[in-house]
């Protein structure tokens, strides 16, 4: 899964819709791989104003990135060096393996081979 979607899934516990901690998820035992993408900067500047920065930057320090500004940048239309790095972050930054953590429920979500497992056993379900 790319970095990017981390900043659009939550828990899927109901209970757990209203809670401001079932959002973001807590990343654990992550396996990464970068993998090449055409650049494309109008794409990266229309996504940086549907993101939650606060996200991106707990996810990315889940990751081992704590390089990220605490503010999102602005006048990124002009900086290409921070659009490249961006695009390499969320669109080229790829989780192949390992867990999602709700900090509200506590349950688990895997990640294998790029995909995430959102299913709930039934008692969640519900």
Sequence with gaps: MKFLTTNFVRCAVKSCSTSDKSFPLKFEECELEQEEQDFNPDFIISMLERLDWNAIIKVAAD???????????????????????????????????????????????????????FLLPPHLAN
Excluded: F, R, W
Excluded at 82 to 94: C, G, I, N, R
Excluded at 104 to 110: G, K, M, R, W
């Design 63 to 117: 990751l081992g990135n704590t390089q990220l500004p605490p503010q999102k940048p602005m006048n990124v239309e002009t900086n290409e060096q921070v659009l490249k790095d961006l695009h390499s972050l969320l669109l080229e930054t790829q989780i192949i393996n390992g867990k999602m953590i709700c900090e509200n429920c506590h349950h688990i979500y895997y990640i294998k081979d790029s995909i995430a497992n």
